[in-house]
């Protein structure tokens, strides 16, 4: 039966305290603390992160297509699961298709994912005004879903919808931020189709909600949601944490964000209702696995509370709306960069999205690949090796505090790779203050920067979490 039978979830690496707000505006804010994408990430690379996760613990499966939602897409008309298809050194021959706009494209992507033995990427940063709710209680993350037929961790026994057309929330394109008309209309709205959705699945799958081991509910609608958990009629403990507290309501993804949680702890042949509120109710029900333990036994497996614990919620309020583009700050006095040309970039995907390296017959890997042997001078004799997973360790560094960049200063550094390759790269998420030589780093994917509205993509280099 087809499944989930791999999946992964990415939460960037800084955090607000939402008392920032209050303190900053007087007013808003509240307590907890809500995740954010950094200066350099966007849904795209958000969205290959969470793809790499899923990818590395899934053996080797290769899925025929990727689906990839988001509210927020880097790119209009152009394809954004393309970027995500080569950061992941996907085969060309894998369907790459887009479904982003409205909220319930998330479950879409899922859906669609679901029926074609694929993978769903969901990927989204959620903002508001200042001091609004939307700001507040907003989150950034983004989670992939790989479906297969064999070695399933989780199948679906039933599923139901319930659709029905009203404005509860808007956005029309060109707008950064979000319209909601009053939580007790969206109450109103959803509760009924909250209850239609969630019966009808239950009765298909001959469940009652007493023998429900887990509940998701989730939605923008924080009344609406909160009236459909007590409805649900579940026992208190099985209520899925939502992350409000900690990460925000990370829209789209949010779902499965909640399910990989679950999918974390869960013991093989338990039951999990889903219920996503958007636009509608789509409701999924699925049993849990024998295959669940030995996943998560997988050498370097961390969780989605694992991740969360190795984030900052040390973000300042002023970088956070600079971030956002909420606040227009004085540039650096340096020349702005190039915009990226087409023609350049597609010779180089290879490099700069699949981060290719290239091995000459001595074994000595060249940064970035190249065509002649710097041991040998022979031609045309090199390997391809993917660098993207190769962990590497400072050799010296430099804090530049006059580079153009969004977040200054920028920290360069030359890491040595294992096993061979040395290259100069950009350092994120980090304290420059506390970078060393010798220091373990990984790769991240992250947008440069954006010039004449081309995004220019690129791999980084990250502390490595626990070193």
Not at 211 to 226: E, L
Not at 451 to 462: E, L, P, S, T, V
């Amino acid at each position: 039966m087809t499944g989930i039978v791999s999946y992964g979830a990415y939460l960037p690496y800084w955090r607000l305290q939402r008392g920032a707000i209050g303190a900053a505006l007087g007013t808003g804010g509240g307590k907890g603390s809500r995740s954010v994408a950094s200066f350099d990430e966007d849904t795209t690379s958000m969205g290959v992160e969470a793809g790499r996760i899923a990818l590395a613990r899934a053996g080797g499966v290769v899925p025929p297509s990727l689906w990839f939602a988001t509210t927020d897409p880097a790119y209009l008309d152009k394809t954004n699961a393309n970027g995500i298809h080569a950061a992941l050194a996907l085969p060309s021959s894998v369907t790459a298709i887009d479904m982003i706009g409205g909220l319930r494209s998330g479950f879409g992507a899922g859906f669609a994912a679901y029926a074609n033995r694929g993978m769903a990427v969901l990927s989204d940063i959620r903002t508001g005004l200042p001091g609004g709710s939307d700001e507040a209680n907003g989150g950034d993350a983004a989670v992939a879903l790989l479906f297969g037929d064999e070695g399933a961790l989780a199948e679906p026994i039933a599923n139901a919808s319930a659709t029905a057309e009203f404005t509860d929330r808007w956005r029309v394109p060109g707008e950064p931020t979000s319209k909601v008309w009053e939580e007790r209309f969206g109450e109103y709205a959803y509760l009924p189709l909250a209850d239609e959705a969630i019966s009808a699945a239950l009765k298909s799958a001959d469940l009652t909600a007493a023998d429900i081991d887990h509940v998701i509910v989730t939605g923008m609608q924080t009344r609406a949601v909160a009236a459909t958990r007590k409805s649900v009629g579940a026992k208190p403990e099985a209520l899925a944490d939502d992350f409000s507290s900690t990460v925000g309501n990370t829209g789209a993804a949010h779902w499965a964000l909640m399910l990989a949680d679950v999918l974390d702890r869960a013991r093989p042949n338990e039951t999990i209702l889903m219920a996503v509120m958007a636009d509608g109710c789509d409701v999924v029900i699925w049993r849990t696995t024998a295959a669940l333990p030995a996943y998560r036994d997988q050498a370097g497996f961390q969780s989605v509370r694992d991740r969360l614990a190795q984030t900052n919620d040390g973000l300042t309020y002023a970088k956070f709306l600079t971030w956002k583009g909420q606040l227009r700050r004085e540039p650096p006095r340096r020349p702005e960069p190039d915009r990226p040309a087409g023609p350049p970039a597609l010779r180089g995907t290879e490099w700069k999205y699949g981060f290719f390296g290239s091995v000459d017959e001595a074994g000595f890997v060249h940064l970035p690949p190249s065509r002649v042997s710097m041991e040998s001078g022979a031609i045309d004799s090199m390997t391809p090796k993917r660098m993207a997973d190769v962990r590497a360790t400072i050799a010296t560094f430099t804090i530049d505090r006059l580079a153009y960049s969004m977040s200054p200063p920028v920290v360069a550094v030359i890491i040595d790779f294992d096993g061979g390759g040395r290259m100069q790269a950009e350092l994120t998420d980090v304290d420059p203050e506390l970078v060393k030589i010798g220091d373990r780093v990984e790769m991240t994917f992250r947008r440069l920067y954006t010039q004449d509205g081309i995004h220019n993509y690129f791999w980084k280099a990250r502390p490595v979490a626990g070193d």
